[in-house]
T-cell receptor, first 113, second 113 residues
Framework: DQQVKQNSPSLSVQEGRISILNCDYT??????FLWYKKYPAEGPTFLIS?????DKNEDGRFTVFLNKSAKHLSLHIVPSQPGDSAVYFC????????????FGKGTLLTVNP | DAGITQSPRHKVTETGTPVTLRCHQT?????MYWYRQDPGHGLRLIHY???????DKGEVSDGYSVSRSKTEDFLLTLESATSSQTSVYFC????????????FGSGTRLTVV
């Protein structure tokens, strides 16, 4: 049973426009959420996170929104740049600790010049 | 990332042979993890460790074993490699209080022929 779902395997956007990546979860015990970015031939790297006590967290061009009632989070990238082209993984944990993260399958974002 | 290294980076092996992948960290983090990444499956947890000699199974542990005799090293062994174990393997480290989640290694690409 997949507890963290990224239903869009891929997304293509134009440079300068907004990219919106979505993630749904089923486990109501999840209270901490993270996004990772992965380039080919490299390990995933941390991008941004959000605690369940918040509904929004911003870091530069990246904003994560959390809707707990819908068990849904989204990552907004504005404006999108070609260097943002990568696979994005959504991850979640429970108990306020990140020692055991559950990952989604990832979404391949392509930003076209 | 200099704090975590995986070896080898690439390996080709024959079906039925044992294979050991190594993860080495210099961060003195308590938790270490082995994931595999496959198209359509994202990141799946194989095994993890929460301390020296303390390990547990993840969601795809069949055919794999692990050992952690020192804080800094976490070994993943394929007892008898099969073609279905052809994958990219990632090691990760974390402290439960680290808000950045996991730090991943650069990965090992394993091909079983």
């Amino acid at each position: 049973d997949q507890q963290v779902k990224q239903n869009s395997p891929s997304l293509s956007v134009q440079e300068g426009r907004i990219s919106i990546l979505n993630c749904d979860y089923t486990n109501s015990m999840f209270d901490y959420f993270l996004w990772y970015k992965k380039y080919p031939a490299e390990g995933p790297t941390f991008l941004i996170s959000i605690s369940s006590i918040k509904d929004k967290n911003e870091d530069g061009r990246f904003t994560v929104f959390l809707n707990k009632s819908a068990k849904h989070l989204s990552l907004h990238i504005v404006p999108s740049q070609p260097g943002d082209s990568a696979v994005y993984f959504c991850a979640a944990s429970s108990g306020g600790s990140n020692y055991k993260l559950t990952f989604g399958k990832g979404t391949l974002l392509t930003v076209n010049p | 990332d200099a704090g975590i290294t995986q070896s080898p980076r690439h390996k080709v092996t024959e079906t039925g042979t044992p294979v050991t992948l190594r993860c080495h960290q210099t961060e003195n983090h308590r938790y270490m993890y082995w994931y595999r990444q496959d198209p359509g499956h994202g990141l799946r947890l194989i095994h993890y460790s929460y301390g020296v000699k303390d390990t547990d199974k993840g969601e795809v542990s069949d055919g794999y074993s692990v050992s952690r005799s020192k804080t800094e090293d976490f070994l993943l062994t394929l007892e008898s490699a099969t073609s279905s174990q052809t994958s990219v393997y990632f090691c990760a480290i974390s402290e439960s209080t680290d808000v950045y989640g996991y730090t991943f290694g650069s990965g090992t690409r394993l091909t079983v022929v």
